[in-house]
Each structure stands twice: as structure tokens, then as C-alpha cells.
């Protein structure tokens, strides 16, 4: 029988999220969103704690800790600050994955910056200006030269891509398509790297979004993460990891936003009565209450697979399209029950409203997710 019952060490790390999540997040969360302003010195502190590296080996600086904890610890962060919870959730993915894809001589010189603070966080740049969902077509290409690679090409919706000391790029090193592949660690600072300016976002505005440019970025030989041509398998497995960190942050934001629909609508009166004892009211707080269950239900079904070293790529793009959608419906019913003041910037889920619109688009559109599902359903 499956169990999702915490163990006391991930209650521990989700407990330790909540109260760093309370005491530094939220109470900057607003003013963040207003000046845009990049959580430098709250990362700092996460790391210290160890949830930037939440399931990366004590062994390279990380929490030593599991993907249960991990969904645990992102969910709570996320109910206090998206745009905090984004660079978090990344810099997790790409420790991740040169944890399990890297050399020794990698784990040991580059993980330990990720996810300790001394590289502030990391960067994932997979997409291209002419290219997101079709990964495979990507331009950005890498030559081999007698000293090690030269990287060219342009990169697209680089999350902390401005702020991240490491940075995890895919370029094609050989043919047309997927095969041709490969995965590359970069560090901010290399010549040739251009930065674009952040993206005037309309959501997450704490967390910065530029393009990448590269043009004769001179890498050494060892900058390869893996075998050449393993770039797109590698993609896709970071993808399914960070899917199950983007479903979380959706569960953050939709238990946020349930918790100020509930306030509100016990305060707020029509008629001499409180909202909350309507019944239209509390339709919708029903609603949104057994789609959080299900939600972190069908999230941690994903992390659990993950943690037992199971296929979870169904699973984990099931929880991504349902947790997403249902972040979205659950801050629009939100902010419905606020009325009027709801699309006002003086209430928290005017902000949650455009903090969940991106989680059906980033690490695969609800879209993609239905494919990856439908071709798993009807394959099985």
C-alpha cells in the first residue's frame, strides 16, 4: 500500500520551508512584485538551509533529502512567494541533473556552488527564440576545437539566467534532430556570453526572465555533461523532475489563494450575513479544496516514483497539467469572491491571480503535457 504520509525528516524540511517562507518571504512578497526586484539575499539563506539542493546528496552540499520532501518544501515556499520559489525550483533541477548525468570531477566543482550559495543560483537554457515545446529543433550549436568547444547561438526565456552563477545550456553537436544533442555547463562571466534585459513579465516579476546569446563562447573540453548526443534524453529527464517542482509551486499558489478566499469571506457581509455562508461561496471553496487534495495527491504519487527510481514521466506531466489548470481556476474563483477588490494590487490574489497564468506554460504547455499523456495512455 502506498503511504503519503511525511517521514519525520521531510516534515522537517517542509517545516523548515514554511518558517523561512513566513518569516522572509512573505512579508517582502508584495513589494518584490511591485520592483521587481531579484531575491539575491533570500537565496542565500535557502541555501544556507540547504533547499536548494533539497534532494542533492549531502556528499555535494545539498539537504540529502528526497523528491517528497522536495514537493513538500517548494508547496510551502511557493503559498508565500512564487517568484522566490522559481529560482529555487530551477537551481534543484540543474543540481539534479549533474548529479545523476555529471563526471566526479563535475559533481564536486560545480554542484556545491548551485546549491550553496556561492553561485547565488542556477540557470536551465533549453529554449530558443524559434523554438520552446519542439526541443529538437533547437540552433544553438557547439564545435569541437582542439581546446575544448565553441558555443553559437541564442537562447529564450532563461529563468535567473541575469543572476545564475552556472548555467545548464543544450546545443547540437552533430545531426539534425534529437540525436544530435548535447548538454553543456556554463559559468556566468565565460567570453563571449551576452545577457539580454529582463522580460517585462506579467506574473513572477521577482524573478528574472532573459534571453541568451552566444557567440564564439570558448567552454572547455570538460563542459560536457555526459556523452555527446545524450542532450535531449537529458532534457527530458530534467523536465520530468522539474515538472513535479512546477505542479508544487502551482499547489503553493492555489493554497494561497484559497486561504485569502477564506478570510475574506468570512468577513465580508451581503445582506447582514457573511459570504461565506453562501452557498455559491462555499461551492467554490469546496471546489478549490478537493482540487488542492487531489492535486498534492497526484504530485506526490510522482515524487514517490521518482524517489523509488520508477518511471514517472506520466505521472509527473499528469500532476504538472492538473495542478497548473487548477491553480488557475482556483485564483480566478479567488478573486471572484473578492469582487472588486479583488482586481485591485491593495489584495494578495490579485498578484496569485498572475503568479499561477504561467504555470500551464512553462517546463511544457498544458498541451504538451496532454500529449505526453495521451501517447503513454493509448501506447499502455
Not at 503511504?3 to 513566513?22: G, I, Y
Not at 522572509?24 to 536548494?52: H, N, Q, S, Y
Not at 543540481?95 to 570531477?105: K, M, T, Y
Not at 486561504?259 to 445582506?271: H, L, N, P, Q, V
Request: net charge negative.
Amino acid at each position: 500500500m502506498v503511504s503519503f504520509q511525511p517521514t519525520e525528516e521531510q516534515e522537517l524540511v517542509q517545516q523548515t520551508a514554511r518558517n523561512f517562507a513566513l518569516r522572509e518571504l512573505l512579508p517582502r512578497a508584495a513589494e518584490r512584485d511591485k520592483t521587481e526586484a531579484f531575491p539575491l539575499e533570500e537565496l542565500k539563506k535557502l541555501a544556507e538551509l540547504g533547499l536548494m539542493g533539497v534532494a542533492v546528496p549531502e556528499a555535494y552540499g545539498g539537504a540529502g533529502s528526497d523528491p517528497v520532501a522536495y514537493v513538500l518544501a517548494i508547496s510551502e515556499l511557493a503559498r508565500c512567494c512564487a517568484s522566490t520559489t522559481v529560482a529555487v525550483a530551477v537551481t534543484n533541477m540543474a543540481a539534479e541533473l549533474v548529479c545523476r548525468f555529471g563526471s566526479e570531477a563535475q559533481r564536486q566543482h560545480y554542484v556545491p556552488k548551485m546549491v550553496g550559495g556561492e553561485a547565488i543560483c542556477a540557470a536551465f537554457a533549453l529554449s530558443e527564440p524559434q523554438c520552446g515545446s519542439d526541443a529538437a529543433s533547437l540552433a544553438t550549436t557547439a564545435t569541437k576545437t582542439a581546446d575544448g568547444w565553441v558555443l553559437n547561438g541564442a537562447k529564450q526565456w532563461i529563468t535567473s539566467g541575469d543572476h545564475a552563477g552556472v548555467i545548464i545550456v543544450w546545443a547540437r553537436t552533430g545531426e539534425i534532430g534529437s540525436s544530435g544533442l548535447s548538454t553543456f555547463i556554463v559559468e556566468a562571466g565565460t567570453p563571449g556570453l551576452s545577457i539580454g534585459k529582463p522580460e517585462e513579465k506579467m506574473g513572477l516579476r521577482g524573478s528574472s526572465t532573459v534571453a541568451l546569446t552566444f557567440e564564439d563562447c570558448l567552454l572547455p573540453e570538460d563542459a560536457m555533461l555526459g556523452d555527446p548526443g545524450r542532450g535531449f534524453q537529458q532534457a527530458m529527464v530534467a523536465l520530468d523532475g522539474g515538472r513535479i517542482g512546477i505542479a508544487s509551486q502551482a499547489l503553493g499558489i492555489a493554497r494561497a489563494a484559497l486561504d485569502e478566499a477564506i478570510s475574506y469571506a468570512k468577513e465580508r457581509k451581503t445582506f447582514g450575513r457573511p459570504i461565506a455562508d453562501r452557498q455559491a461561496i462555499q461551492w467554490m471553496i469546496a471546489n478549490a479544496g478537493t482540487q488542492i487534495d487531489a492535486a498534492l495527491l497526484l504530485t506526490l504519487r510522482a515524487a514517490l516514483l521518482k524517489a523509488q527510481q520508477q518511471p514517472f514521466t506520466r505521472e509527473a506531466a499528469m500532476a504538472k497539467l492538473f495542478a497548473s489548470e487548477a491553480a488557475n481556476r482556483i485564483c480566478y474563483d479567488a478573486l471572484q469572491i473578492h469582487g472588486g477588490y479583488g482586481y485591485t494590487k491593495d489584495f494578495v490574489v490579485e498578484r496569485l491571480y498572475r503568479d499561477a497564468r504561467v504555470t500551464t506554460i512553462y517546463e511544457g504547455t498544458s498541451e504538451i503535457q496532454r500529449l505526453v499523456i495521451g501517447r503513454s495512455v493509448v501506447g499502455q
